[in-house]
């Protein structure tokens, strides 16, 4: 039975290195404003529950799980998990994308406050939608999903040693465009306002020239600017939600 522990422990060891990664790049787990023991114990819990499941997986025979083995089969896995959680992180950043574009419409892109979620300094209308995006998709389930994508990236990513760096890049690629797509997409309606309002404005300044455009355009700008929002967040959100609830769904291979 000795003999079997240090192979358990190096399995467990492996299993920890992907979850606990991709646990702390996470959806509504993996934010700064939630501590890092409770992500730390959650990660520990997970790897519990799914090592049954992914020893079988694991390249144990022929002393692979040993020497330098384990250590190419560790840095994979971290590789792994890094790859797999950021990609998702940079499809949520998207919302972050779209409050910058809606705050440079308003003229509110000088409004920046403290990103709960990340940390750093973002602008107040991103961090809003930032928050109020991790809220629905706790409220949504879609959590669950991605506990799914987890267990499921065993079979799509089998832990064989070091991922290709060129289909890793590729799929950070294609999570960023993604990402970029989907934040212009949802803050379209504001693209579209401020064109127009700075349209108008133009023709307004050129019909009556003694008129101080600039003390009327900030105030009427904000103001139009958030009934528009109030107006398209739910559908806003909505697209967001269905976006990324597709993407951890074909990370789970659904």
């Given at each position: 039975?000795?003999?079997?522990?240090?192979?358990?422990?190096?399995?467990?060891?492996?299993?920890?290195?992907?979850?606990?990664?991709?646990?702390?790049?996470?959806?509504?787990?993996?934010?700064?404003?939630?501590?890092?023991?409770?992500?730390?114990?959650?990660?520990?819990?997970?790897?519990?529950?799914?090592?049954?499941m992914v020893?079988?997986?694991?390249?144990?025979?022929?002393?692979?799980?040993?020497?330098?083995?384990?250590?190419?089969?560790l840095i994979?896995?971290?590789?792994?998990?890094?790859?797999?959680?950021?990609?998702?992180?940079?499809?949520?950043?998207?919302?972050?994308?779209?409050?910058?574009?809606?705050?440079?419409?308003?003229?509110?892109?000088?409004?920046?406050?403290?990103?709960?979620?990340?940390?750093?300094?973002?602008?107040?209308?991103?961090?809003?939608?930032?928050?109020?995006?991790?809220?629905?998709?706790?409220?949504?389930?879609?959590?669950?999903?991605?506990?799914?994508?987890?267990?499921?990236?065993?079979?799509?990513?089998?832990?064989?040693?070091?991922?290709?760096?060129?289909?890793?890049?590729?799929?950070?690629?294609?999570?960023?465009?993604?990402?970029?797509?989907?934040?212009?997409?949802?803050?379209?309606?504001?693209?579209?306002?401020?064109?127009?309002?700075?349209?108008?404005?133009?023709?307004?300044?050129?019909?009556?020239?003694?008129?101080?455009?600039?003390?009327?355009?900030?105030?009427?700008?904000?103001?139009?600017?958030m009934l528009?929002?109030?107006?398209?967040?739910?559908?806003?959100?909505?697209?967001?939600?269905?976006?990324?609830?597709?993407?951890?769904?074909?990370?789970?291979?659904?």
């Open positions: 039975m000795n003999l079997l522990l240090p192979g358990i422990a190096a399995a467990f060891l492996l299993t920890f290195a992907r979850i606990g990664t991709l646990v702390m790049l996470m959806p509504g787990i993996g934010e700064q404003l939630v501590s890092p023991r409770l992500r730390l114990a959650f990660a520990l819990l997970l790897t519990l529950i799914l090592f049954p020893r079988p997986l694991l390249p144990t025979d022929g002393g692979a799980i040993a020497g330098p083995g384990l250590i190419a089969l994979g896995e971290l590789l792994v998990g890094l790859v797999l959680g950021l990609t998702v992180r940079m499809v949520l950043a998207a919302l972050q994308t779209a409050g910058m574009i809606i705050s440079q419409q308003l003229g509110l892109s000088y409004a920046m406050t403290v990103d709960p979620t990340q940390g750093g300094q973002q602008s107040a209308i991103g961090n809003f939608l930032a928050l109020l995006g991790v809220t629905l998709i706790v409220a949504t389930d879609l959590h669950h999903v991605a506990l799914d994508a987890i267990g499921r990236s065993y079979v799509l990513l089998p832990p064989d040693g070091v991922p290709g760096m060129g289909e890793a890049a590729s799929l950070a690629l294609k999570a960023i465009a993604r990402g970029f797509a989907l934040g212009v997409q949802i803050s379209a309606p504001f693209i579209a306002f401020g064109i127009l309002f700075n349209v108008g404005l133009g023709v307004l300044a050129r019909l009556m020239p003694q008129m101080q455009v600039f003390f009327v355009a900030v105030p009427a700008s904000v103001l139009i600017g528009l929002l109030l107006g398209s967040l739910g559908v806003m959100m909505g697209v967001f939600l269905d976006d990324i609830g597709r993407y951890l769904a074909d990370l789970a291979g659904r």
